[in-house]
C-alpha cells in the first residue's frame, strides 16, 4: 500500500501475528532527492542507533565523534494516567522525537608506538541506569570506551540589587544617629571603628544604636542547559578495533569485545579490566575466525552471546571459569553438501547478534539472511529469513566493489513477534516471526527518498550506495528508528 506524501509503505509476511502498516513519523538531516553526500558531510553519517531501556530517549553517533540525543516529546505533551495512553495508542498515538542535545565524544587521535591513526566514528552506544534525573551512557570508537552523564543544570544569575528605601533610609538615620551621639564611625559592613567592642564576646548586646543593614544580592535560576560531561575512560584494553560493548543486567558490570579479545569492566573501575574470551590463537597464520559481536543476556547476568566469522553463535556462562574458552552452547548451521565456493565463509559472517527482551531467542544476521535460534536447541534456526537471496548470482561484482563486506544489523521488537534488518535501496524489512516454520519470505516494506532504479530482466542494474545498515526498534511499541546517510527516519505501525 502506499502512504502519505508519496512515501511507500508495505506489510511483512502474511500469518500470525498481524502484519502491521508501516507509516512515515519523522525525519531529521533529510537531503533532497537525489542529493548526494558532499565530501565535508561525511564526518555526519549517522553509526549507530540506540534507544534507551523505557524508549523515552533515543541516541546516535556518527563518524565525526559525536554523539546526538533526542526526547521523546507526544508522552509527555499528551500526559494523562496510564489507562488513557493507552487508549490513545489504540486510536492514533503518533510517537514524536526531538532534539535534546549533542556533545562531542570522541576526537581523532594517534598511536605512535603502532604509527596508527584513531578515527573518532562512534561504533556502539549503550544507555545505562539513570539516577537522580540524568543519564547515563557508554560510547565506544575504535579504541576507547567513554562513560557519559547528561544532566539539567539549572544557569544561576545574580539578580539587581533592590533596596527597600524606607528602610534603607530608617537605618540611615539610626547609622547617622548613633554616630552623633557616641562619635563612633560605622563602615559599610557593619562593623565600627571602636575596637573595643567584641562581637564574639559572650555578651549579646547589640552596639549602641544598632547595625546598618546588609545589602546581601539575590541568585536566581532561571534557566536551565543540557551538560555532558565524561565520567570515566576506558582506554588501553584493546589491541584491535572495537566492534561490540554490552551492559550486564546487573547494573554494575559491561563488556567490551574487539576482534579476538572480549573484556569484562566494572562502571567504577576505569583502570582495570578482565578478559574473559580470549581467541588469540599462538601463532597468528592459524587464526580462522574472529569475533564480530557480543550481547549480554537481558536478564541473567552470568551469560553472554557472542557471533564469529564463521557463523557461529557461542553461549558462554562466567561462572564456569574465569577465562571462558569452552563454550556452554554453539549455534550454527550446517553447510548444504556441494554448496561451498569462494564466497561462502564471507557471507556466512555474522554481522549483528541480538537477545530478545526476554533471552528466550537469539537474532543473527548475517548478509544474505536473518536467522532466529532458540537458546534451548542449538540443532539449528527455528526460523530463517532470507533478506539477500536475489544477489547471489552477484556476488562478485558485490565482492569486487566491497559491498559484500557491509555489515548489516538487526533488531527484534519488544514483544519479541518481529524482527527487522537493513538492506540495500534504503529499504528496511520487517518480517514477522512464523510460529514454528522454519523459512519464510520477507517482502518489501519501507522506502523513502529518491528510487533508486530495479533490477531489469536480467537482474543488472543494481544501486548498493543507498544502504540501510543501523536501525533500532523502540523497546515497547512498533516503531522503527533507521538511518541512511546523515538522516534519522522515523516510522511507526
Same mark, same amino acid.
Given at each position: ?50 534507544? =534507551? ?9 556518527? #563518524? ?88 539539567? /543544570? /539549572? ?18 538615620? +539610626? ?9 563612633? &564611625? ?5 562593623? @565600627? ?36 560531561r565524561c565520567r570515566r575512560v576506558y582506554a588501553h584494553a584493546h589491541d584491535y578495533h572495537i566492534n561490540s560493548i554490552s551492559n550486564n543486567s546487573d547494573g554494575e558490570t559491561f563488556i567490551s569485545a574487539d576482534d579476538l579479545r572480549i573484556n569484562l569492566w566494572n562502571l567504577e573501575i576505569s583502570n582495570q579490566s578482565f578478559n574473559i574470551v580470549d581467541v588469540k590463537p599462538t601463532n597468528m597464520e592459524d587464526l580462522t575466525e574472529v569475533i564480530t559481536s557480543a550481547e549480554f543476556h537481558p536478564t541473567h547476568c552470568n551469560t553472554l552471546a557472542y557471533s564469529s566469522s564463521k557463523g557461529s +553463535? ?5 561462572? &564456569? ?32 547478534? /541480538?537477545?530478545? #527482551?526476554?533471552?528466550? @531467542? ?11 535460534? =532458540? ?10 529469513? &532470507?533478506?539477500?537471496? @536475489? ?32 538492506? @540495500? #535501496? ?21 522506502? #523513502? ?45
Amino acid at each position: 500500500m502506499h502512504g502519505g506524501d508519496g512515501r511507500e509503505v508495505a506489510s511483512a509476511a502474511a500469518g500470525p501475528p498481524t502484519p502491521l502498516e508501516w507509516k512515515f513519523s519523522q525525519v531529521f538531516g533529510e537531503r533532497a532527492a537525489g542529493e548526494e553526500v558532499q565530501e565535508g558531510d561525511i564526518v555526519d553519517i549517522i553509526s549507530v542507533i540506540e534507544f =534507551d531501556k523505557n524508549g523515552n530517549h533515543l541516541a546516535t553517533g556518527d #563518524r565525526g565523534g559525536r554523539v546526538v540525543l533526542f526526547e521523546r516529546t507526544d508522552a509527555k505533551e499528551h500526559g494523562g494516567n496510564q489507562r488513557d495512553l493507552e487508549r490513545m495508542d489504540q486510536v492514533s498515538r503518533h510517537p514524536e522525537f526531538r532534539y535534546k542535545t549533542e556533545f562531542q565524544s570522541h576526537e581523532p587521535e594517534f598511536d605512535y608506538l603502532k604509527s596508527l591513526e584513531i578515527e573518532e566514528k562512534i561504533n556502539k552506544i549503550r544507555w545505562c541506569q539513570t539516577a537522580n534525573g540524568a543519564v547515563f551512557l557508554l560510547s565506544t570508537n575504535d579504541k576507547t570506551i567513554k562513560y557519559w552523564k547528561v544532566q539539567e /543544570k /539549572k544557569v544561576k544569575k545574580i539578580s539587581e540589587i533592590k533596596v527597600d528605601s524606607g528602610k534603607a533610609a530608617g537605618n540611615g538615620g +539610626i547609622a547617622s544617629s548613633s554616630k552623633s551621639s557616641n562619635s563612633k &564611625q560605622f563602615f559599610a559592613n557593619g562593623d @565600627y571603628s571602636d575596637r573595643s567592642y567584641n562581637p564574639l564576646s559572650k555578651d549579646l548586646s547589640f552596639p549602641p544604636g544598632g547595625l546598618p543593614s546588609l545589602r546581601l544580592p539575590l541568585v536566581t535560576s532561571s534557566e536551565t542547559s543540557l551538560d555532558a560531561r565524561c565520567r570515566r575512560v576506558y582506554a588501553h584494553a584493546h589491541d584491535y578495533h572495537i566492534n561490540s560493548i554490552s551492559n550486564n543486567s546487573d547494573g554494575e558490570t559491561f563488556i567490551s569485545a574487539d576482534d579476538l579479545r572480549i573484556n569484562l569492566w566494572n562502571l567504577e573501575i576505569s583502570n582495570q579490566s578482565f578478559n574473559i574470551v580470549d581467541v588469540k590463537p599462538t601463532n597468528m597464520e592459524d587464526l580462522t575466525e574472529v569475533i564480530t559481536s557480543a550481547e549480554f543476556h537481558p536478564t541473567h547476568c552470568n551469560t553472554l552471546a557472542y557471533s564469529s566469522s564463521k557463523g557461529s +553463535i557461542r553461549l558462554i556462562d562466567l561462572r &564456569q571459569s574465569a577465562l571462558c574458552d569452552s563454550h556452554s552452547k554453539i549455534f550454527e548451521e550446517q553447510e548444504a553438501p556441494g554448496s561451498r565456493s569462494f564466497f561462502t565463509e564471507i557471507i556466512a559472517s555474522i554481522s549483528d547478534v /541480538k537477545f530478545a #527482551r526476554d533471552g528466550r @531467542y537469539l537474532l543473527s544476521r548475517d548478509y544474505m539472511s536473518l536467522k532466529l535460534w =532458540d537458546v534451548n536447541m542449538d540443532s539449528g534456526p527455528v526460523a530463517t529469513f &532470507q533478506v539477500h537471496e @536475489y544477489l547471489r548470482p552477484k556476488l562478485c561484482d558485490l565482492y569486487e566493489n566491497d559491498s559484500i563486506f557491509d555489515k548489516f544489523e538487526c533488531c527484534l521488537s519488544g514483544d519479541g513477534l518481529r524482527v527487522a534488518t537493513g538492506s @540495500y #535501496r534504503r529499504q528496511i524489512q520487517t518480517p514477522a516471526r512464523p510460529s514454528r516454520s522454519l523459512t519464510s519470505s520477507i517482502s518489501r516494506v519501507v522506502r #523513502r527518498g529518491a528510487e533508486s532504479p530495479g533490477p531489469d530482466a536480467n537482474g543488472n542494474s543494481f544501486d548498493f550506495t543507498t544502504k540501510l545498515l543501523h536501525l533500532a526498534w523502540h523497546p515497547s511499541e512498533n516503531s522503527i528508528a533507521c538511518a541512511a546517510a546523515n538522516s534519522l527516519y522515523m516510522y511507526y505501525a
